[in-house]
């Protein structure tokens, strides 16, 4: 073969070899968006996250009262939990914000009041035992607020109002909540390994020629 002839050669080579690379490249670049189109977000927030303030509520099991979408929700004051007429029902509640809760005294389990825990907003006043609605509040901001009932705390009344959508969420992870580095999709890296494995093979092939000169010689 005449040098011409292997340069050429050589040329055609590389050539090929650099389209397949950007084959390659081109088809990573086309999973890679696939699998970030697929991977949607999520929304809407998730169980509240109460930090155990309920758990020793014996009317509490976990679940929350919905009373999203109304302008007002109310919560009865001395219902049947934790040994006598000492609950808030339901102990939790969801509302919209800007909606207003009203707490709406039984009559039973004598003397009660609503009072938040941790200094927040609520707060009836002096415990009372006349039933009817002895109190309520409009909530302005989203979060969580925790309440007590003064008299009887330590017998388990209390109660929690969810407001809107911006408030702590239970981690549903079951890791702990470590947070380390994106898992790397399988598909990713399949394709890096062949990505890489035709950029070597296309190298190496390059370095023969470029060494070599494609001159080979023909056996007789």
């Known amino acids: 073969m005449t040098d011409g002839s292997a340069d050429v050669s050589r040329r055609a080579f590389l050539q090929t ?14 999973v890679a968006q696939e699998e970030g189109t697929d991977s949607g977000g999520g929304g809407g927030g998730g169980p509240p996250d ?5 758990d020793q509520v014996g009317n509490f099991e976990g679940s929350v009262t919905d009373a999203t979408g109304q302008d007002s929700a109310t919560v009865e004051v001395g219902v049947e939990a934790n040994g006598g ?9 969801h509302v919209d914000n800007g909606a207003t809760v009203q707490w709406e005294w039984t ?9 938040s825990a941790e200094g927040g907003p609520l ?31 330590s017998l388990g009344m209390k109660g929690a109002v969810v407001v809107g959508t911006d408030y702590p969420t239970q981690s549903t992870g ?16 399949m394709l890096g390994v062949a990505t890489s494995s035709v950029l ?7 370095y023969i020629f470029m ?10």
């Open 17 to 30: 070899a650099a389209g397949a690379t950007a084959a390659s490249a081109a088809a990573g670049t086309a």
């Open 50 to 54: 109460f930090g155990g303030f309920l």
């Open 85 to 93: 007429a000492y609950g808030f029902g339901p102990a939790a509640i």
């Open 107 to 115: 009559g039973n389990g004598g003397g009660h009041n609503v009072v």
């Open 123 to 153: 707060d009836s006043g002096s415990a009372v035992a006349q039933s009817g609605v002895n109190y309520e509040y409009t909530f302005e901001e989203d979060g969580i607020y925790p309440y007590i009932c003064v008299p009887h705390e």
């Open 174 to 189: 079951g890791g702990g909540g470590s947070s380390g580095p994106p898992e790397v999709p399988g598909s990713a890296k």
């Open 200 to 206: 070597v093979a296309t190298l190496g092939m390059a």
């Open 211 to 220: 060494r070599y000169g494609g001159n080979y010689e023909t056996p007789e």
